[in-house]
């Protein structure tokens, strides 16, 4: 009964007609003033990405190799709430929040000779957080979208005081152009964890909805696919995308904590199905590509090579993602 009316209030709570015609959270990378053709913002979801089996192999500054082993197990949980807050003519403000976690099993944990593999070993990596979305449409059809993030990344207790030193900082500034109905573009900078340590990056979005059936949806350097929408019910995805993260990782006995700089690739086919007017079931296949899992002592966009004390090969693998979300009823956006 509670999950029933849980799931109602949120329903309610994404009541935003006018501002449902504006911004558009249909993906995970970011917020874009909606074109045609382009799915409900999810309001909510639960997902959960598994990967195979796949080799780490340590090495330090010099590239020397230290340690390799054999991962049985990597998987992720993740749960994502977007809610309108504000919906004025000329601003529109939008929230969200989200939890993550991650874990590492090796296969012989007891083998294991380096401190850093052993402390992952079984161990939850946290990231708890929030977004801000404010956007700002002007006369005409240029619009501008800042994006502010925090988020509590390491290995701390759920429950435990103290998480300030966990918390990431990042944010995006986006200016762009509505074409028309059917085609957005923008530029902007961002500073994030994108490539696993701080870094500036610019940001290109491209939206287009070709015809009923096909669309581009590209934030650049993050995401890039293909869209076809077979019908209202059914909707594939084809494409890349682009993941970071930075972690605390505390050892005991240190007094300062490592940074563990996580980039991979993904490329994956994904589809997904409405279950009900606002509940639906999405599932993925792909391939991940390890960019790099890096262990520092330094958390800066400027620093020295040697500030690195540990590079990771990690070995690329397969991956299953299952999500199930939930959108606006219709009745809603009429």
């Known amino acids: ?46 997902k959960r990405d598994v990967f195979t089996d796949h080799s780490f192999r340590l090495s330090d500054s010099n590239g020397e190799s230290i340690q390799q082993s054999q991962l049985s197990q990597n998987e992720r949980w993740s749960v994502k709430i977007r809610a309108p807050l504000m ?18 099993n090796f296969e012989s944990p007891e083998s294991l000779g380096n401190e850093f593999f052993s402390l992952l070993e079984d161990k939850d990596l946290r990231s708890i957080g929030g977004d801000i979305y404010m956007a700002k449409p002007f006369r005409g059809n ?81 995401l890039a696919r293909v869209r076809y929408t077979m019908t209202q019910k059914d909707i594939f995805y084809a494409g890349a995308r682009l993941q970071g993260a930075n972690y605390n990782i505390n050892l005991e006995g240190r007094p300062a904590p490592y940074f563990l700089e996580m980039t991979e690739a993904h490329l994956d086919l994904r589809y997904e199905r409405e ?37 990771t090969d990690v070995q690329d693998a397969m991956m299953l993602s299952l999500s199930l979300f939930i959108v606006p009823p219709r009745k809603f956006l009429e």
Not at 92 to 100: C, E, S
Not at 277 to 286: F, K, M, N, P, R
Request: with cysteine.
């Open 275 to 311: 279950i009900h007017d606002w509940l639906w079931v999405g599932a993925s296949l792909g391939y991940r590509m390890n960019l790099a899992f890096d262990i520092s002592d330094v958390d800066a966009i400027i620093r020295d090579p040697s500030d690195v004390l540990f590079t």
């Open 1 to 46: 009964m509670r999950i029933c009316l849980l799931l109602v209030g949120l329903i309610i709570f994404m009541d935003a007609r006018a501002q449902l015609d504006f911004l558009n959270c249909s993906d995970t990378v970011f917020c874009i003033p909606t074109v045609s053709g382009l799915p409900r913002s999810k309001g909510f979801e639960l």
């Open 142 to 222: 240029k619009f501008l979208i800042v994006r502010f993030q925090g988020l509590f990344n390491g290995d701390y207790d759920l429950f435990a005081e103290g998480k300030a030193d966990y918390l990431k900082i990042s944010w995006v500034g986006l200016y762009g152009v509505k074409i028309n109905d059917d085609k957005s573009i923008g530029l902007g900078v961002s500073y994030s964890y994108a490539l696993g340590n701080r870094s500036i990056l610019p940001i290109i979005a491209y939206y287009n909805t070709i015809n009923s059936h096909w669309g581009i949806e590209c934030v650049l350097p993050q």
């Open 87 to 104: 919906n004025k003519e000329q601003f529109k403000l939008a929230i969200g929040l989200q939890y993550q976690h991650e874990e590492f």
